[in-house]
């Protein structure tokens, strides 16, 4: 098969695959391949020259979004350019896929990944996501191949706008040397204040789209909207019309709760969409109560008999509240559907997504053989990075057993399966861990880091590791190495250094920065704890509070120099090793305190999609040390450095005065 579009070499399509520094040991001349061709952790030949995509050929994409002001930056695939991600990126073999079309798919076998992590996925109970955040997240996802990034809910917040702008504007229009830039979507209800909105968001990406939705299900429509079917249809009608008319020619519809809804009405809605001008015709299984041949059916049956079909994709949304949202995703790509929504990590409300990692590797590895040839042009050599980050970020733990991400997913200790893997790894892993970017052992990622270990032999290994660092951010985790590597025995393997980088401030400019920290506990005497912190503007504060035990200490001395009325709704520590000498990682959640809104100002409010209630974010973080007091007071600290981000935008936060309490 050849790719067909005129940025990339018309040669074999190959997956991406790992970096040549990384080693696979799975055999390479007697394994079997992965359906789409390339053998586990081998290199494939380049398919996209570097000087393919042109800046004109920038400024005719950009030519899609009326008004609005962009900055396009075309990836090189010069060593300069290439360091930028690392040396591991530019080893990477990107996935080719057809030229992108709004409605149109040139290759009938590919399937677009629609990714909503950083809208469905943030509606997760206890996820927040700084805009630095969820810029770090939409970045990894520009390398992980995604087609589409729907980069919030504009209407929700100014806060949400100016994240989704941000995003467009630059992971947007950051250009690969193969042609490859994501769409930046903007969802919206079926009103013009939410597509304005939307429109506003993501008109300033190469590759803007707009999509806005409205119920279709008996039950919605008579308890939700109240509305009569004939309204609705009129409603979506006009919600396309009006989106397309501000100058967005890729427009997305979503009939909400579509799997429990009148497949003839569906037929009917999706057709007047269509003429409308919808080029995607997303289907949400809402609640997760399809099974898979239900909503297979479901799929084929608007591909037969929604009029103007031609001229738009069918995407599936799976929701997994019967923990069926992958079984129902492959069920709808195997009846014609070419686009998937999913998330990493299957995060998002209830039950969560479909799992972006479950959905892609299903197709990596069985699309040609049992899904009529489907392929995605993902690069799963970024699924674990990117995995480890919205955890990181979000706070939300995956399950060990969780497929592909999992903490045991290439873990072996039963000694039959054991004694398989000696003897050849194909007997118990279909998929190399390599292949998505995990390396396990020190056999395949290097030495074993130390307090004698060099700057760049840190950057160097943190780059094997997937979450490449440079400058000021490199200088940051460089001296929070050092300082745990001083302190335990035995240097720091790659899960502690992972441990490391997820205890990094996630806040751009933070209010607090934690100095040190000193607790006197035990069965004498009262626990008290002394904590110095230097605010924003380089001055030292000191306070020194008795509490329960020294962990409640340490965090009332930090509330009384902060100065914020929160509730701690979590709080975790876990062994990021085994032994006595092991790091500790300490994840903390909090949200404001009730009745004190009208002191943090609106931006600490998040709005509910299916309801539109507001309730109060919750902001979680994690720390990592040696001491499990450290390192709960800089999770602490972090999460507190994220609240005050959000209630400084409300203009009701003030720095406090140099105290010593």
């Not at 800046?55 to 979004?65: C, D, E, K, Q, T």
């Not at 996925?121 to 992980?144: H, N, R």
């Not at 504007?169 to 250009?175: Q, S």
């Not at 902060?562 to 509730?567: A, F, Q």
Request: charged share 20%; aromatic share 6%.
């Amino acid at each position: 098969r050849r790719a067909s579009s005129n940025s990339l070499d018309t040669t074999p399509m190959m997956p991406s695959t790992v970096a040549a520094s990384a080693r696979s040991t799975h055999a390479p001349s007697t394994s079997r391949k992965p359906a789409n061709g390339a053998a586990h952790g081998s290199l494939g030949r380049a398919t996209a020259r570097a000087g393919a995509w042109s800046r004109p050929h920038a400024r005719r994409l950009a030519r899609a979004a009326p008004g609005a002001t962009t900055t396009v930056i075309v990836r090189s695939s010069s060593a300069a350019s290439a360091s930028a991600f690392g040396a591991d990126d530019a080893s990477v073999v990107r996935a080719p896929r057809p030229a992108y079309v709004p409605g149109v798919i040139s290759d009938p076998n590919y399937v677009r990944v629609f990714d909503t992590t950083l809208r469905d996925g943030e509606q997760s109970p206890g996820a927040t996501l700084t805009s630095k955040e969820k810029l770090d997240i939409a970045t990894s996802l520009a390398k992980l191949g995604v087609d589409i990034i729907e980069a919030g809910f504009p209407i929700a917040s100014p806060d949400d706008l100016e994240a989704v702008r941000n995003i467009a504007k630059k992971v947007g229009n950051e250009v690969y040397p193969d042609g490859y830039v994501p769409v930046i979507c903007g969802l919206s209800r079926a009103n013009k204040k939410d597509i304005d909105a939307a429109w506003e968001g993501v008109r300033h990406a190469l590759r803007p789209r707009i999509h806005t939705f409205i119920a279709t299900s008996p039950i919605h429509m008579e308890s939700k909207l109240r509305k009569t079917p004939d309204e609705v249809v009129e409603i979506a009608v006009n919600a396309v019309k009006y989106a397309r008319s501000l100058g967005c020619v890729d427009v997305e519809f979503s009939p909400e709760d579509a799997g429990r809804s009148d497949p003839e009405f569906l037929y009917r809605i999706l057709s007047a969409v269509v003429e409308a001008g919808a080029t995607t015709l997303n289907i949400p299984d809402t609640v997760g109560f399809c099974l898979p041949d239900e909503f297979g059916t479901l799929i084929a049956g608007i591909k037969a008999n929604v009029k103007g079909i031609e001229g738009a994709v069918i995407s599936t949304h799976c929701q997994n509240d019967l923990g069926l949202s992958t079984a129902n995703s492959l069920a709808g790509v195997a009846n014609g559907a070419r686009q998937v929504e999913c998330t990493i990590n299957g995060i998002g409300e209830r039950a969560g997504n479909a799992s972006l990692e479950e959905v892609a590797m299903a197709i990596y590895m069985r699309g040609q053989a049992r899904l009529m040839g489907a392929y995605t042009g993902i690069n799963p050599v970024y699924i674990y990075p990117s995995s480890q980050m919205v955890k990181n970020f979000s706070g939300m733990a995956i399950q060990p057993h969780k497929a592909i991400v999992g903490a045991n997913a290439f873990a072996h200790e039963s000694g039959i399966h054991q004694d398989g893997m000696l003897k050849n790894k194909l007997t118990y892993e279909i998929i190399a861990p390599e292949t998505i970017g995990y390396f396990r052992g020190d056999n395949d990622v290097g030495v074993v880091m130390g307090k004698h270990s060099g700057r760049h032999a840190l950057s160097s290994k943190l780059k094997q590791l997937g979450v490449p660092m440079e400058g000021a951010e490199l200088d940051a985790m460089f001296t929070r190495f050092k300082l745990v590597a001083e302190t335990k025995l035995g240097g720091v393997n790659d899960d502690e250094l992972l441990a490391i980088v997820r205890d990094g401030e996630s806040v751009s400019d933070p209010a607090w920065a934690l100095e040190s920290v000193q607790v006197v506990c035990g069965t004498m005497g009262l626990p008290t704890a002394t904590v110095k912190m230097i605010a924003k503007d380089g001055t030292a504060h000191i306070s020194c509070v008795v509490g329960t035990g020294p962990v409640d200490a340490v965090f009332k001395a930090i509330d009384a120099l902060v100065r914020l009325e929160v509730v701690l709704t979590e709080y975790r520590v876990t062994a990021v090793t085994a032994g006595i000498n092991a790091l500790a990682e300490t994840t903390v959640a909090i949200k404001p305190k009730e009745g004190t809104e009208q002191k943090v100002g609106t931006s600490v409010f998040k709005t509910n999609l299916q309801t539109g209630e507001k309730g109060l974010r919750t902001f979680t973080a994690t720390g990592a040390d040696t001491d499990i007091v450290v390192s709960s007071a800089r999770a602490y600290v972090i999460a507190l450095n994220r609240m005050v981000e959000y209630v400084a935008k409300s203009g009701t936060y003030v720095d406090a005065e140099v105290v010593s309490r």
